[in-house]
């Protein structure tokens, strides 16, 4: 019976795939680009399951495939752990627009014009730091929607 069910659950998604719109909800993935129907929760839970089953999400979002958009800049923990380290260092050379603190940065993001990254930086300041108590996860969070 569990078979007859799961057969006929996914004999529909497959068949309204065609008029679905991409789903932002799941995320990138197989699951995503084979199930186009996100209507409803089952829907959805079938796009993350076949997402998680698979394990391509996490490949498609390093490589640009399965629907998913590559990022220019690629977030990691020395970054992070950089910049927790130096959040008041940091600050201060991006609001400069130069520092060792800013080049160091732009090496752990792989950026090739550190130049343009540290004035790109200097000019969305406001943007990056959003308030005095700003963290680390939203100051990377923000360079990467900068700079990416």
Do not use: H, P
Request: charged share 15%; net charge negative.
């Amino acid at each position: 019976m569990k078979n007859v069910l799961l057969s006929v659950v996914a004999i529909a998604a497959l068949a309204t795939a065609g008029f679905a719109t991409v789903n932002n909800q799941t995320g990138c993935g197989l699951g995503s680009q084979i199930i186009k129907d996100d209507s409803s929760a089952l829907m959805l839970a079938l796009q993350a399951t076949t997402n998680s089953i698979f394990g391509n999400q996490t490949f498609g979002i390093t490589s640009g495939t399965s629907g998913c958009k590559k990022a220019s800049l690629v977030m990691n923990e020395r970054a992070a752990e950089f910049v927790a380290s130096n959040m008041d260092q940091l600050s201060r050379e991006i609001a400069i627009g130069q520092g060792e603190s800013v080049s160091t940065l732009a090496e752990l993001l792989n950026v090739e014009d550190k130049a343009a990254f540290a004035a790109v930086l200097q000019s969305n300041y406001n943007a990056i730091y959003t308030s005095e108590k700003a963290d680390m996860a939203t100051v990377l969070d923000n360079v990467s929607t900068i700079a990416g």
